[in-house]
Antibody, heavy 118, light 107 residues
Framework: QVQLQQSGAELVKPGSSVKISCKASGYTFTSYDMHWIKQQPGNGLEWIGW????????KYNQKFNGKATLTADKSSSTAYMQLSSLTSEDSAVYFC???????????WGQGTLVTVSS | DIQMTQSPASLSASLGETVTIECRAS??????LAWYQQKPGKSPQLLIY???SLHTGVPSRFSGSGSGTQYSLKINSLQSEDVASYFCQQYYDYPFTFGSGTKLEIK
């Protein structure tokens, strides 16, 4: 079965960067877009972008241009998201998610909590 | 960006009741809409896609309807396990956007 296993919680300092991972299993990693979604405490959901691991193509929400960088490692079936120049506004739970070649998300990782604090 | 206005923000209903959650898009999204359920501390789970198609394994008491800019999620015969937050998502155009959520509680 499809599983998306995300890396653990991160506590990071303002101005630094963090890279979180999403290890996929149960399907052909290179055949489906991987999306990333942000959820701030008590708030709704924001779509960050997707990466197609088959060729590395990406599509970003313009709001996250320069903030988020999506990459994928085919050898380990792992998608990554790096967040840079972190501020308190970046404190959130970040999810990876996948559709079935669809723009809705049938599969989700468990989420990674990123806390930005000095 | 397409704005998704979801209502109500919170809802309290009795077991066995029928509840309806609405999402209004800032422009026509041509049924490009999904609904998700999220329980506390968990990831969202897909309920509905293409505005009215039930995702595999989702109980039939959940249903979606609508067109144009107005969409709704209906839950018949409310069960205790339906306590959760519900979100809509439009995928008609980039960037994909979500409603602000509806928190459903049992009265």
């Amino acid at each position: 079965q499809v599983q998306l296993q995300q890396s653990g919680a991160e506590l990071v300092k303002p101005g630094s960067s963090v890279k979180i991972s999403c290890k996929a299993s149960g399907y052909t990693f290179t055949s489906y877009d991987m999306h990333w979604i942000k959820q701030q405490p008590g708030n709704g959901l924001e779509w960050i972008g997707w990466i197609y691991p088959g060729n590395g193509n990406t599509k970003y929400n313009q709001k996250f241009n320069g903030k988020a960088t999506l990459t994928a490692d085919k050898s380990s079936s792992t998608a990554y998201m790096q967040l840079s120049s972190l501020t308190s506004e970046d404190s959130a739970v970040y999810f990876c998610a996948r559709g079935d070649g669809t723009p809705w998300f049938a599969y989700w990782g468990q989420g990674t909590l990123v806390t930005v604090s000095s | 960006d397409i704005q998704m206005t979801q209502s109500p923000a919170s809802l309290s209903a009795s077991l066995g009741e029928t509840v309806t959650i609405e999402c209004r898009a800032s422009e026509d999204i041509y049924n490009g809409l999904a609904w998700y359920q999220q329980k506390p501390g968990k990831s969202p789970q897909l309920l509905i896609y293409n505005a009215n198609s039930l995702h595999t394994g989702v109980p039939s008491r959940f249903s979606g309807s609508g067109s144009g800019t107005q969409y709704s999620l209906k839950i018949n015969s409310l069960q205790s396990e339906d306590v959760a937050s519900y979100f809509c998502q439009q995928y008609y155009d980039y960037p994909f956007t979500f409603g602000s959520g509806t928190k459903l509680e049992i009265k």
